[in-house]
């Protein structure tokens, strides 16, 4: 059809899209798969949270200088889990960032299906982590390189694999994550 030069431009151009939405369906329902037999095999693996950081506690009245300790999975931890189950299944994690106004930053963790070229989108908003006389590049950069550490809201491997939660999530009023999948 598309070889005749008689053919109806508007009939090619419907047959292409939808050509172009069935791919994209199989490619999500490829990515789902996969995602589904990672998933399986990390129920069974304990990510330890060995690692502790300070923050400003905002139990009760909130009092200016009031610091407690909550645990989190460093990368590496995660990593060693979770990058093997990724290979196998064909899947990539990436981060980037965003500066936003003021001080903000996003950090969006993508995770996505190579075959296919499927993937969710997971953000965050963050804060420059200046702690232990950082400046201000050293700031971001930590913030960058602890995306999970930054807030108890999530648990570390939720945060890095793109939603998939081997731990449930600590109770607080931090940030929440905003997925969206394409």
Do not use: C
């Not at 490619?27 to 693996?45: D, F, H, S, T």
């Not at 995770?111 to 908003?125: A, C, N, R, T, V």
């Not at 913030?143 to 930054?150: D, E, G, I, L, R």
């Not at 694999?161 to 994550?177: I, N, V």
């Amino acid at each position: 059809m598309a070889l005749d030069p008689r053919a109806d431009v508007e009939k090619l151009e419907r047959l292409v899209a939808m050509y172009e939405r069935l791919k994209a369906k199989e490619a999500e329902l490829a990515y789902n798969a996969a995602k589904g037999r990672i998933l399986k095999k990390l129920a069974g693996i304990k990510i330890v949270k060995n690692r502790s950081v300070l923050h400003e506690s905002a139990k009760g009245r909130p009092q200016k200088g009031t610091y407690e300790a909550f645990k989190y999975a460093p990368l590496e931890e995660i990593d060693k889990h979770l990058r093997p189950l990724l290979a196998e299944e064909d899947m990539d994690l990436s981060y980037s960032d965003e500066l936003r106004e003021g001080d903000d930053i996003l950090i969006r963790g993508r995770l996505k299906h190579l075959p296919g070229g499927h993937y969710e989108d997971s953000f965050m908003p963050a804060l420059p982590d200046p702690t232990g006389g950082k400046s201000g590049v050293q700031a971001v950069g930590s913030t960058n390189s602890f995306p999970a550490a930054m807030s108890p809201a999530t648990s570390s491997t939720s945060w890095l694999s793109g939603m998939m939660t081997t731990e449930p999530a600590e109770q607080s009023t931090g940030p929440r994550l905003r997925q969206s999948s394409i």
